[in-house]
T-cell receptor
Framework: NAGVTQTPKFQVLKTGQSMTLQCAQDMNHEYMSWYRQDPGMGLRLIHYSVGAGITDQGEVPNGYNVSRSTTEDFPLRLLSAAPSQTSVYFC?????????????????FGDGTRLSIL | DAKTTQPTSMDCAEGRAANLPCNHSTISGNEYVYWYRQIHSQGPQYIIHGLKNNETNEMASLIITEDRKSSTLILPHATLRDTAVYYCIVRVAFNAGNNRKLIWGLGTSLAVNP
């Protein structure tokens, strides 16, 4: 039972390069989200999705794009990497429509992608 | 805009109970309190959540005060593998819709010592 799988685990980019962080879950969860974790700060929500074909912005969405073509996958794209995007990125999933308050389901997290932008 | 307050760090002897406090005095009446932990270099792991009644599962117990302004996570017999950062979290609305997000603070760094 893999849970939430993130790839790659580590990545170094140059400023201006683009890349996609992959996230896949095998639990048939409706809700998926991306967070970034920076030193001295708590996890911050970048984007989230309440189901296939539906995405929305979190609190720090600038510089990132997402799509949700299937229930299983929720990739995060950096179109033009900047040093300020150096961070650890976590993907999470949960059953139900977590953010609307209808169900209080815990989130399952991947082990993160450590991204450095030079 | 952290909605919870936790001690920065705590120590606990192996085999003893670890009691981690959290203040959430501004929590609204229908919001749950969630606890997660993060072991070094891993993703956060869900522990437990509750609304107003005490809760227990295979990992921990959660004691919520009657006024719901604070709670305590109890690890009954701490082991070295429980060394981690523990987050006490509530949800807040963050846009014009009915969407809410978890507010992640910096948590409590728990060191379990042999």
């Amino acid at each position: 039972n893999a849970g939430v799988t993130q790839t790659p685990k580590f990545q170094v980019l140059k400023t201006g390069q683009s890349m996609t962080l992959q996230c896949a879950q095998d639990m048939n969860h409706e809700y998926m989200s991306w967070y970034r974790q920076d030193p001295g700060m708590g996890l911050r929500l970048i984007h989230y999705s309440v189901g296939a074909g539906i995405t929305d912005q979190g609190e720090v969405p600038n510089g990132y794009n997402v799509s949700r073509s299937t229930t299983e996958d929720f990739p995060l794209r950096l179109l033009s990497a900047a040093p300020s995007q150096t961070s650890v990125y976590f993907c999470a999933s949960s059953p139900g429509i977590y953010h609307t308050g209808g169900r209080n389901q815990p989130q399952h997290f991947g082990d993160g992608t450590r991204l450095s932008i030079l | 805009d952290a909605k919870t307050t936790q001690p920065t760090s705590m120590d606990c002897a192996e085999g003893r109970a670890a009691n981690l406090p959290c203040n959430h005095s501004t929590i609204s009446g229908n919001e749950y309190v969630y606890w997660y932990r993060q072991i070094h270099s891993q993703g956060p792991q869900y522990i437990i959540h509750g609304l107003k009644n005490n809760e227990t599962n295979e990992m921990a117990s959660l004691i919520i005060t009657e006024d719901r302004k604070s709670s305590t996570l109890i690890l009954p017999h701490a082991t070295l593998r429980d060394t981690a950062v523990y987050y006490c979290i509530v949800r807040v609305a963050f846009n014009a819709g009915n969407n809410r997000k978890l507010i992640w603070g910096l948590g409590t760094s728990l060191a379990v010592n042999p």
